[in-house]
């Protein structure tokens, strides 16, 4: 009997299950494997649209991402061992590319893997997943956008890779509804040049905000201002950008702050975060949960135990990738991918439930100790090394620990220039060259301008100042 | 045994229905009555809010309403004769009154009509809707906003007043992912004052391209251009604005046309309309049209006959309301949920199936030959008139013909000043007074402010020129 999975999602998590898939073709319990993805393309948030709101389907844009959007962390740190950036252009690329660069590289792997475009659903959203606790299968139902038709089809295993930065968590604030400029979530955000010379205000103190802030900076936004709520970022900010405490008023174009600071604005940008949202699926499969690193109801924070109130188990046959807060990315989202394959193929079997579920809940209690980024970051290195264990994968991919907390240190010393730095590849031990031309000064996001672009190779002579190698 | 009816959305339509359904209760059958509404309160689209994309639910946004919107009709040709704005405001007012003073007024009928906010379960998503032959009862899931829970209840009727104006259609241009300023459509549109002093595209010539584009002049943007497709509105447009055929291209700020003209601009608003979208719908009782006067698988553009192929019957126990296009409005959605309740309660019986059918499909033929507007307004007036013979209503409330006929008259004359025109109350003979500010110096679009304004009632010194009565 063939097992028949459904991946929800072809973005890095989907595309690397299918990839592994693929790979172990010939190894455990023969799979059929159908993936659907509601954009144009392969690609999750990479996958670049101008769109924003409603898509021409009248389907949620996925899209989250921005123009002129340059890796916030190493790629070193996101690197596939068995497919490199080396491999794939063919020459050393600086460790912050930007998102063509990052998308490009995705596009290789999978090839690399033996995946096809065509081995993808596109343009076929996943409208509803229920349990059948007696036939032990899942019925999934899906419209095809272009023909909008909506069809129903049978599976033994759900994947759910539909990612969690797509549904924005919108807060409101005193007469927000008076603001005469623009007000819009970072969903929203996608072209800085849109704001130069305009006063900007963010609410928000995490990656949205200090990344946003960053673009509009660069493209000469006339003042940036971060408004936080629990604790400021506090990187060492450029002139034209400042922190401020949370935002209580708004009249007309006039914002006032907790500490009684007040300053006019002509855009509002809410950096607040996201929520994990998936409508699609029945309340009893349906994974609630907000951005932490080890999650509820799921073991190894990917096969689903249903061990709160009102969950449907489904016996372990039902996963969700890519789920956490994240350091790791991509080779989390590939090696969670391997795990959910391995098991489902029956390579690789789970303990019992009940230690599953133990296991579930010294994660969620774990969380409660994570209060930096130190620990954070050790936190998900650990997890990485036991999906390694279980999967017996040959390469320690949990290893680039140390350069996320340099990263962190990088980002306090210089927040304008730590994408400059040089970082060593874990696996050929070379040093990353650096470009001649600054990030802060790289207005073309383009992968042919990039890689047209000068650089010099990393030698000792780049160490004091401008590079960095942990 | 009680009819259990379910209503789809609280706007104009769903709630005149449950006001006819309480001014009715003692007549026909008993009836049960659920409203479900997922936005904040009644109101539809008069319920503004400043949020676009995905509310703070994660449920796209029902707003396509903007700040300063005037009614660009005669409030004459919307008015209740069982209760109008004299008995609601207690003095006559001028004939374009603001959204708040309309969104006020049609409070004030639904207080006039027994029903109460708690009448409407507020916050309630419906997600799906099915229908049961055996059982002959539809399934209602519903999904609790605030609590995120989700039930189904079953009921023995439904109508679907959900409104169409709320899912862009949104086309794309070559080259628009480059443009550098910002791409909205009408639907996320909520404040002219943002593009004061902006160049401003707007793609599409009709209601939203023509009423934005009066917006954005009258709050002062630089430039306002207006592109079609089909043909131009013709307006005689102030000098700040002009119509140009399609856009062909987009590069940066730069800006294509099919006649060779280049313009560059720093906003491009797409007012390119809206679809006919209900995915709660089970496919086969789901509406699939376009803007048009006369629907398919509708008889009186209300009572679903599936007709199509693959569609559902429902043997007559689902309505939809107010989807059609639209000349009348508020009295023509209260024609169709009084039409609604009567065929529910056994008050007023429809012919047979196939009668209905054969109607249905005269009124799609009709459609072809509404090329003008005075054939469209002639051809919902004649629509009106049938609702009336139906029901039995004892007023014509399709009488204002005319009044729309000269309203088109007075925009082609001057687009800038049709909405300072008065007009002669239908029921009561009065002619509505004029504002002695006209609508382009009308900056603030309050309750307090419109109703604190002064006007002259109207004489016939004030026929010539400024005033209007047909």
Redesign the interface.
Known sequence: MVIRVCIVGAGPSGMATLGMFKKMKDQGEPVEVTVYEKQNAPGGLWN?????????Y?E??HCSMYRDLFSNGPKEALEFPEYTFMDHFGKEIPSCPPRPVLYDYLKGYWKFLGVEESDVHIKHSV??VKYDEARKTFTVSV?NLVK???YSQEFDRVIVAAGHFS??????FNG??T???????A??F??A??FTGKRCLLIGASYSAEDIGLQLYKFGAAQVTMSWRTKPMGFAWPDAMKEVPLLTKVSSKTCYFKNGHVEDFDAIILCTGY?H?F?FMA?EIRL?ATNIFNLPNLYRNTQWYGTSPGTNDTDGRLFYLGMTDQFYTYTMFMMQGLWAAQVIKGIHSVPSREKCVANIAKGLKENEFLTTYNKQIDNQAEFMERLREDTKHPVCLGGCADMFKGWEQDKHEDILTYRDKTHKNLFTGIVSPVLTKPWVKLMDDSLENYLGLEYVEYTEKHTNGHTNSH
Do not use: M
Request: charged fraction near 30%; glycine fraction near 6%.
């Open positions: 670049l649209t101008w769109r924003t709101g409603l898509d021409e009248g949620p844009v409208k509803n419209k909008s038709e909506e549904t924005p968590h919108v807060p409101t927000i509804e603001f005469d400029g623009r007000v819009l979530h969903h929203d996608r072209n040049r849109e929520q949202n409508p309340p609630q």
